[in-house]
Antibody, heavy 116, light 106 residues
Framework: QVQLQESGPGLVKPSETLSLTCTVP????????WSWIRQPPGKGLEWIGD???????KFNPSLKSRVTISVDMSKNQLSLDLRSVTAADSAVYYC??????????WGHGTMVTVSS | EIVMTQSLDTLSVSPGERATLSCRAS??????LGWYQQKPGQAPRLLIF???TRATGVPARFSGSGSGTEFTLTISSLQSEDFAVYYC?????????FGQGTKLEI
């Protein structure tokens, strides 16, 4: 079972950039499409965007102008940058992988709070 | 953008009973529909993909049906560990989208 691990600061100031990484062990980074998904406290799931190791990317239009997703094959990592954050961006952020049949692997999630 | 709507926010049932959860898509997603279970403090877990195929390790009491715009998740005989929040998700079109979730409670 592939285990994913998100990491990054738990607290980000308003208007700054939220930056997270997700480590994918075992060289499986080329086997999946990798997504970032978030979940505000007590609310539902929101898909942010995804990336394939070839560099192909898709984004949620609601966030597209503020999001960068990248992959580093040498480190087996994917990254998320979300710019100009507000309190509405406070959420648990998950990385997850899929191969056209739903997200069958997930990280544990990392809580990010936007506050001054 | 495809909007996924789950008809119930909360469903109250008893252990041993059958639970039926519904999900509707604003336009056809064919069979590109997954169901997830989420327990407090945990990441979602894929239960069903392709609208009706159980993911690895998912008990047979979970079954999915439907196609196009109407989908159902059925849990045939509820166990205590099944009380959780369930989400449907379409992966037919980008942006991928989730239903708002149905909380299954006692």
């Amino acid at each position: 079972q592939v285990q994913l691990q998100e990491s990054g600061p738990g607290l980000v100031k308003p208007s700054e950039t939220l930056s997270l990484t997700c480590t994918v062990p075992g060289g499986s980074i080329s086997s999946y499409y990798w997504s970032w998904i978030r979940q505000p406290p007590g609310k539902g799931l929101e898909w942010i965007g995804d990336i394939y190791y070839s560099g192909s990317r898709k984004f949620n239009p609601s966030l597209k102008s503020r999001v960068t997703i990248s992959v580093d094959m040498s480190k087996n990592q994917l990254s998320l940058d979300l710019r100009s954050v507000t309190a509405a961006d406070s959420a648990v952020y998950y990385c997850a992988g899929e191969i056209g049949r739903g997200f069958d692997i997930w990280g544990h999630g990392t809580m990010v709070t936007v506050s001054s | 953008e495809i909007v996924m709507t789950q008809s119930l926010d909360t469903l109250s049932v008893s252990p041993g009973e059958r639970a039926t959860l519904s999900c509707r898509a604003s336009q056809s997603v064919s069979y590109n529909l997954g169901w997830y279970q989420q327990k407090p403090g945990q990441a979602p877990r894929l239960l069903i993909f392709g609208a009706s195929t159980r993911a690895t390790g998912v008990p047979a009491r979970f079954s999915g049906s439907g196609s196009g715009t109407e989908f159902t998740l059925t849990i045939s005989s509820l166990q205590s560990e099944d009380f959780a929040v369930y989400y449907c998700q379409q992966y037919s079109n980008w942006p991928y989208s989730f239903g708002q979730g149905t909380k299954l409670e006692i």
